[in-house]
Structures are given as structure tokens and as C-alpha cells.
């Protein structure tokens, strides 16, 4: 059994605002799992970050009259205070500019290098005469030559996940300004043999067969069937590391290049200023021990199931490798995609401006895309929060909170002779805690989710069935057993929803004036006495509110959910 858990999560590009699309691809799902293993009393390292390098940030930086620096700057800034808001928990948090970050890049380029898995190649490179610039691969649109998407990029292909370079596409342009006038220009960069890995790299994915999710297994594995090609590395941009080789100083790396490798830089830089001196190596060189999670969209496959791996093995150091790859489909909004351009979709500025983050952070899991696309609704949003948040948990909370003031004031009524109905209580809890324990460390969010739901509409089906209210009137005594046993769900639904909800969790907590308590590990008819006979409790305000049919119309508009 390995003793650390490595929790990474896809690095977001930096330009622009996040979108609920990225929350749902890796980030969220990912701080759920954080959550959950430090909960259970894990060891975890929990990394996460912006993608600074490329034309994007550049193109940006003109835009707005900024230099890269400060562009990037403003922007890693803006994730930093959004991921905050959503309560996203990471250990170490920084981008892919950092100097920790360039000096592991060239150490791993070097080992490629120094055995045999660089080459150089001559090759014709996107250039846009209206422009007057090289264009990045992402830079260039067109037709894809596979399956016909018109809207495919010269490095991938979003709709086959097939990747590209721009000189397959048809009717090529550039996303920059549109123009068709392209080019394309002879020049010399430098590509890992992928090739030369072939067989270590298929041995490999072959042992993840079972683990990883079928989206990252059966991509990976298509990718070898097809064999795998060079891969350039460098490109004729500005915004990058240089190329520490004679004769390609005016080159930068490519930003698939340094991007995944900013996992490993962001801890560094983390290990390096922290005041318990914790090494950046017991994670990143210590295979043995860690069990590495990364957590990505479906059109992050590739890089992270071979390319990302095969950088690691070609330069011969004793790296860890992924263990568990949890890869998820997209999150589209009302049956089409999010699009920063058009600025359609939810963005998580006006998300924490609308609605308390734990709304969103339950919705997303709720319906996450494990297994195919899902979609955003604003009628599913509202039916969510008012039926799973409103209607069961805050209802539950709030009823039993009133019948206890009004029948014992505000304190915890003793836990006397238990009866049949808190028998079947313990048997059903017994078996649904296990099985959601079960789903989170799965990591199937969804269906977690829906255990959790299941858990809290047992705490409603007890109450319904016992009636506390009328039993007070004939047999307090039983009623108080009663209510002690309802309050001490509310401080065992607190710990359950924790990792999903941490704000709310922790209200549901602070009735008791108590933290969270572990995650429970023994029969649950011993945990819920954690809230002792006679304990002072405080009344909360409701934990959720209901969204109107008048505001959910007026977000559909606000967002472009509708014309």
C-alpha cells in the first residue's frame, strides 16, 4: 500500500476567465478527492496551476496593451482569487513560468538529449502573411482530414481527439484575424522520438488496463495501434522557455512540452519556500511510495497517457509516473460548448456573484461527465438546488433543529432506549456509508453523489416515520432519543458532504460549535453519539434557498442559454 497521495490536476491556459468546464474536467473533481483522502487521515499533495507559455498569452497581451509578464501576471492572478472562491484546496498552486519550472524542464530535455530521444527536422511551419508572424499550431483552424470537423485546431482535433499538425488541415486559417492567407515556411525544430519508446510505452499503458478510466485507456491505447510519430518540441515563438541547445537559442519549447512538467516545477517551488522543509523529490522521485492521480479532460488524453509519460522515461531518472489517470468528457452548456470568445456559458466570476460556491459544487459532481458528454442546464441547475439541497438536506436540518428548541430548548436531549426504527436507521446507514466511502475512493463522483442524496433522504424517511413531534406530546422521553439521534446526523451528514460542500459542511458543524470529525470508520450507530447528552447547539440561519422560475428565465438570457 503506498503511503502518499500525488493529486494533480489539469493546468488551466491562462488567458481569459475559467468556465465551468473547467471545474467539471479536473480541478473540482479533483479538490473532492483532496478533500476525501485528507479526511480519511491521508498523506496528500494536492498540485495545481496556470499554463502561461504560447501564442494565446501573447496574442492576449497585445490585446490589451500589456507586456507578457504582466498579462500573465494579472491573469494567474484572477484564476488564483476564482479557484479560492470555489474553495478549491491546493497544497501548491503556482504556473509554468517559475524558474523551478525551466530548470526541470531542461534537466528532463537534457536526459532526452544525452539518450538518443531528441532529433532534429527540417518542416514547413504555419505562417500568416497578414499577420507577419509564425502561428502557434492552436493558432491555425481548418477542416480535419479524419473525420471532417470544420472547426478542428492544427494541433488536435476536439471532436475525434485525433492529433494534428496545421499542414493536415483543409481550407487552413488563422484564428487570429481570419485571414486564409497562409503560408507555410521552412524552418528547424526539435522532436522527441516517440517512436524509439514505443514498446516501453505499450508494456506500460498495458498495465493501467483496468485502472484508469475507459476514456484514458482505450485513447492511449488507440494511439498505439496507430504508432506513435516524432513530436515537435520547440517552435519559432516568443512566450517560452529558450531552448538550451547550440543553434536553436531563437526557439522556445513548445508549451505541451513544459506544461506537464509544471506539475513537478509547482511542487518544487512549493518544497522550496516551506517552513517544514518537505522535499519536492519524496513525490516526484519516489515511485514506490506515492500513488500519483491526475485529473483531466478527454482532450488531455494523449499528452498525459504517452507523451507526458514518454518525456519522463526517456530521460532515464526514477520518476513517478501516473497511477490512476481519471480522464472525463466535457461539460457542454444547453447541448453546445462553452466559448470564451462569445462569452457563452457560466464563468466563474458571475458563478460566485450569483449563487454560494457550494451550489456549483455540488451540481458539477452531481452530473459530472465521466462517461459520456453531460450538459448545463439552468432548469437542472434549479431542480438540483431545490430539490437534493432545499428540499432534503436543508429541510432535514431546519425541522429538526425547530422541534428540538421548541420541545427541549437548546440542548441536545438525552439519547435514551433505542427502539426497531433506530435499528433499521443504523442497518441502512451502515450500508450506504460503505458504499459511498466505496464510490469516492472509486472516484466516481456521480454516483457518490447520489449515495450522499440517498444518506440524507434517510435522515428525512426516520424522521417521517418516528413523528418526534407528535411522540413529544405522549412519551418525551422518546422523543428526545428521537432528536438526539437527528442531530447527530446532522453532524454525520457534515462529515459526508465535506469533501463536496465544504462551506455548508462546516455551518452544519458549527451548530455544535465542533470541527468536522474523521471520516467515519466504525458502525455507525457508535458515531452518531458523537454529540453528547445535554450539549449546548445554535440555531442556524437555512443552509440553502430556493431559485425562483423568474430568476432561472432571467440567467438563461444573461448566460446565452437562450436567444
Given amino acids: 500500500m503506498k503511503k502518499k497521495h500525488l493529486i494533480t490536476s489539469a493546468l488551466t491556459y491562462v488567458n481569459g476567465f475559467p468556465h465551468l468546464g473547467h471545474l467539471a474536467g479536473a480541478m473540482l473533481n479533483a479538490d473532492i478527492y483532496a478533500r476525501f483522502l485528507r479526511a480519511k487521515g491521508e498523506d496528500v499533495l494536492f498540485v495545481g496551476g496556470t499554463d502561461v507559455h504560447g501564442t494565446k498569452m501573447e496574442v492576449g497581451a497585445e490585446q490589451e496593451g500589456l507586456s507578457i509578464k504582466d498579462y500573465i501576471q494579472k491573469y494567474h492572478d484572477l484564476h488564483t482569487k476564482l479557484y479560492e472562491g470555489f474553495n478549491l484546496s491546493f497544497d501548491a498552486y503556482g504556473n509554468t513560468d517559475s524558474e523551478a519550472n525551466k530548470e526541470l524542464t531542461y534537466r528532463i530535455f537534457e536526459g532526452l538529449d544525452q539518450n538518443g530521444y531528441i532529433s532534429s527536422k527540417t518542416t514547413k511551419r504555419p505562417f500568416c502573411a497578414d499577420d507577419n508572424q509564425f502561428l502557434a499550431d492552436s493558432q491555425v483552424g481548418g477542416t480535419c482530414p479524419y473525420c471532417g470537423y470544420e472547426k478542428a485546431k492544427g494541433d488536435q482535433c476536439e471532436n475525434c481527439t485525433k492529433l494534428l499538425d496545421p499542414e493536415e488541415l483543409k481550407n487552413p486559417y488563422s484564428t487570429i484575424s481570419g485571414s486564409h492567407n497562409i503560408i507555410f515556411k521552412e524552418t528547424q525544430n526539435l522532436f522527441i522520438n516517440l517512436d524509439k519508446m514505443q514498446a516501453q510505452i ?19 491505447k488507440k494511439w498505439l495501434k496507430e504508432g506513435l510519430q516524432p513530436r515537435g518540441i520547440t517552435r519559432d515563438l516568443k512566450n517560452g522557455f529558450a531552448v538550451p ?83 472525463t468528457s466535457w461539460l457542454t452548456f444547453a447541448d453546445g460548448k462553452f466559448s470564451k470568445s462569445e462569452h457563452r456559458g457560466v464563468f466563474l466570476d458571475e458563478a460566485l456573484e450569483e449563487f454560494p460556491a457550494d451550489y456549483w459544487r455540488y451540481w458539477i459532481p452531481a452530473n459530472s461527465p465521466e462517461s459520456d458528454d453531460s450538459s448545463f442546464s439552468f432548469d437542472s441547475f434549479q431542480a438540483v ?77 426516520y424522521i417521517a416515520k418516528t413523528e418526534p413531534w407528535k411522540v413529544a406530546k405522549t412519551n418525551k422521553a422518546y ?85
Avoid at 205 to 217: N, R
Fill in 202 to 220: 505499450a508494456t506500460w499503458v498495458e498495465s493501467k488496463k483496468g485502472i484508469w478510466t475507459d476514456i484514458a485507456y482505450t485513447t492511449a
Fill in 479 to 563: 422523543a428526545g432519543t428521537i432528536l438526539n439521534t437527528a442531530l447527530n446526523l446532522i453532524y454525520l451528514f457534515a462529515t459526508l458532504t465535506t469533501p463536496i460542500m465544504p462551506t455548508v459542511a462546516q455551518k452544519m458543524a458549527d451548530i455544535f460549535g465542533k470541527q468536522i470529525q474523521p471520516w467515519p470508520t466504525g458502525p455507525i450507530q457508535q458515531v452518531l453519539t458523537s454529540i453528547q447528552n445535554g450539549a449546548k447547539f445554535v440555531p442556524t440561519e437555512p443552509l440553502f434557498r430556493k431559485i425562483t422560475d423568474e430568476e432561472r428565465d432571467a440567467l438563461k438570457v444573461k448566460h446565452k442559454e437562450v436567444e
Fill in 385 to 461: 438546488i431545490n430539490k437534493d439541497l432545499n428540499d432534503v438536506l436543508g429541510n432535514f436540518v431546519n425541522r429538526v433543529l425547530k422541534m428540538t428548541q421548541n420541545n427541549f430548548g437548546l440542548e441536545v436531549p438525552e439519547l435514551g432506549s433505542i427502539t426497531e426504527n433506530e435499528k433499521e436507521l443504523y442497518t441502512t446507514l451502515d450500508k450506504l456509508v460503505a458504499e459511498y466511502t466505496e464510490k469516492m475512493n472509486d472516484i466516481e463522483l456521480r454516483k457518490a453523489v447520489a449515495l450522499l442524496r440517498e444518506i440524507w433522504t434517510v435522515g428525512n424517511n
Fill in 245 to 327: 541547445k547550440p543553434g536553436y537559442e531563437d526557439k522556445v519549447f513548445y508549451c505541451w512540452f513544459d506544461a506537464p512538467i509544471g506539475y513537478i516545477g509547482i511542487t518544487k517551488e512549493w518544497a522550496d519556500k516551506d517552513p517544514q522543509n518537505r522535499r519536492w523529490e519524496d513525490w516526484w522521485l519516489n515511485p514506490d511510495e506515492v500513488w500519483h492521480t491526475e485529473f483531466i479532460g478527454k482532450d488531455n488524453i494523449p499528452f498525459h497517457s504517452i507523451i507526458f509519460p514518454g518525456m519522463l522515461f526517456g530521460s532515464k531518472e526514477n520518476w513517478t509516473q501516473v497511477s490512476f489517470l481519471k480522464a
